[in-house]
Structure formats: structure tokens, C-alpha cells
């Protein structure tokens, strides 16, 4: 069995990247949240594995003993129901050792990266902020990505590097990248998703 984790910042294509696996045969989860006008094409982003991400980062988590066990919980249904399955969410960039803490499966890390004033400009659109007063969003990305960074140095797993910009104009070839680092075939629906995904970014 094999966790495939989709890592990157807000607004670095990672929507995209889960959207493809999705489309080649990887379980990305079962409830999801529903597009928006910021993300027509979906997040893909399992909205249990969220709640929970988002505990372990809050500000008033305190270690709680619980929601450790339902997150354990969680993966090992997974890990039981799937043989290959996946996770995005951005709040992965704090809480990577988290996950891989508790994985059974073989894991590989999918880093979708995009430059950090493109990721707080992109940010300040969907936010409906005005892309002149976009640099406050800049520290928030610096510290995603500083973070996500840190982490990757600990991990020994296969790693696959991801540039949105390129993966954007040419779509076809780093599908197929993505497809070669996983042992699994190209779908049409893969192909059609990610062109769909780019009127979006």
C-alpha cells in the first residue's frame, strides 16, 4: 500500500496536482468540499484529514490524546481500504511529521512550488483583496514554504518537484511525469482535468 501526499502553499497548484491523481486511479478521500469561484475545478482536499490538520495547528491544541487517535484512526482505514491512496491540504507544509509519524504505507511526496509573490498575488484575487495590497500575504507564504522546506530535509522517500508555471504550460508532460513517478497510466479524464484546472489558476 502507498500514500501519495500532495505538499505545497495555498495557490501553488497543489488543487491541480490532487485533481490529476484523482483522475488516475488515486483515492484522495471521501467528502470533499465543493468548488468555489475561486477553484471551479475542486480542492480535493478530504474534509475529515482537514478538521484534524487544522486542530493539530491551532492555536489551542494542547497534544490532546484524541484527536491523535482519530487521526490513527483515520489513516489506518485508509492504509486498510486502499492501496493507493492520497492527501492534500496545504496545512500539510506545518504538520508533515505528523503524518508520516503515523504512516504504515510507503509514501512518496508530491511539492508543487510556485514563486511566493505569485502564490500572495494569486492569494489576494481569490481573497478579493486588491493585488496592489498583496505583499501581506507574502509572509504568510514565506512561512508555508520555509516550513515545508525544513521538514523535506528529514524526509528519505521518493520526491517529485512540481513547478506550477510549467506545469500549467505544458500539461500533457508533467501528467505524464506524474504518472511515470507513480507506476500508473495516463487517463483522458486526467488530460481533460488539468486543462479545465488552468482557466482557473
Known amino acids: 500500500m502507498s500514500c501519495i501526499i500532495v505538499l505545497g502553499c495555498f495557490r501553488s497548484g497543489t488543487s491541480a ?24 475545478s475542486g480542492y480535493w482536499e478530504d474534509i475529515e484529514f482537514k478538521s484534524i490538520h487544522s486542530k493539530f495547528v491551532s492555536a489551542e491544541y494542547n497534544d490532546d490524546k484524541n484527536v ?5 484512526e483515520l489513516i489506518r482505514n485508509r492504509e486498510k481500504d486502499f492501496e493507493i491512496w492520497g492527501l ?12 508520516l509519524s503515523n504512516l504504515n504505507s ?3 511526496i508530491i511539492v508543487c512550488r510556485r514563486n511566493n ?3 500572495a ?7 478579493g483583496v486588491s493585488e496592489e495590497n498583496y505583499l501581506k500575504f507574502v509572509n504568510l507564504a514565506e512561512f508555508y514554504v520555509n516550513s515545508m522546506n525544513e521538514h523535506l530535509l528529514n524526509y528519505k ?5 512540481m513547478d506550477h508555471n510549467q506545469t500549467i504550460e505544458n500539461p500533457a508532460f508533467h501528467i505524464d511525469r506524474i504518472a511515470n ?5 495516463v487517463t483522458k479524464k486526467s488530460l481533460d482535468y488539468i486543462k479545465k484546472n488552468n482557466k482557473n489558476t
Open 121 to 127: 498575488s494569486s492569494m489576494a484575487r481569490s481573497l
Open 181 to 185: 513517478f507513480l507506476s500508473l497510466p
Open 106 to 108: 510507503k509514501n512518496k
Open 117 to 119: 509573490h505569485e502564490i
Open 157 to 161: 522517500g521518493p520526491i517529485l518537484e
Open 88 to 99: 492534500k491540504d496545504p496545512l500539510l507544509c506545518l504538520t508533515l511529521p505528523i503524518l
Open 68 to 72: 491523535k487517535m482519530e487521526y490513527l
Open 17 to 40: 496536482v490532487a485533481g490529476i491523481l484523482h483522475n488516475i486511479g488515486v483515492m484522495m478521500g471521501k467528502d470533499f468540499d465543493l468548488p468555489t469561484s475561486n477553484n471551479m
